[in-house]
């Protein structure tokens, strides 16, 4: 099983629809979590990070269920320009490697005029 | 903010030889220096994990042989692909985490590839 899981997509929506994304995780011992979001040859960029009491960054919602070991992140108005791979990821402090960042697979968004 | 640079962003090499791609700290000192392969469709791959002054971590599968990594000082780190072959053509990102800063800086990655 993959440590962080994510629906590869990918997801198709008309531009204004609001779509959802995703993921979970498998060890209960991680920290922290966030949204990267990878444009095609390029590096990922940080969208936002995941709280445990839910955090909104304009038309982004990302919420984290500790309990459930699952993440989600919710575009709503979708742009043209939200057209991208979004990759679910998750931190944690491993006694021996120190700080270590996992990747999910990444969910692949279509925005269609 | 924080900036990692990172060279060369393409480079196509003859197979049997060693590429040198280098990831600089501009203006933080990156303690921590971590560096990803992803191949095509696929998500990123950590490689190997280096501290500022120490040997790196290498994950399992990675021939440590094969791909040095020296980080020498807290501003740079470099990633040598020696004796390239075809399928070390990949796109090979590094990412940096500061003494003082939680976050994690990626340089603009390096796409490789061996003919």
Known sequence: ?113 | GAVVSQHPSRVICKSGTSVKIECRSLDFQATTMFWYRQFPKQSLMLMATSNEGSKATYEQGVEKDKFLINHASLTLSTLTVTSAHPEDSSFYICSAQGRLNYGYTFGSGTRLTVV
Do not use: H
Request: charged share 20%; aromatic share 10%.
């Open chain 1, 1 to 113: 099983r993959k440590e962080v899981e994510q629906d590869p997509g990918p997801f198709n929506v008309p531009e204004g629809a609001t779509v959802a994304f995703n993921c979970t995780y498998s060890n209960s011992a991680s920290q922290s979590f966030f949204w990267y979001r990878q444009d095609c040859r390029k590096e990922p960029k940080l969208l936002m990070s995941v709280y445990s009491s839910g955090n909104e960054d304009g038309r982004f919602t990302a919420q984290l269920n500790r309990a459930s070991q699952y993440i989600s992140l919710l575009i709503r108005d979708s742009k043209l320009s939200d057209s991208a791979t979004y990759l679910c990821v998750v931190n944690m402090c491993d006694n021996n490697a120190g700080n270590m960042l996992t990747f999910g697979g990444g969910t692949r968004l279509m925005v269609k005029p």
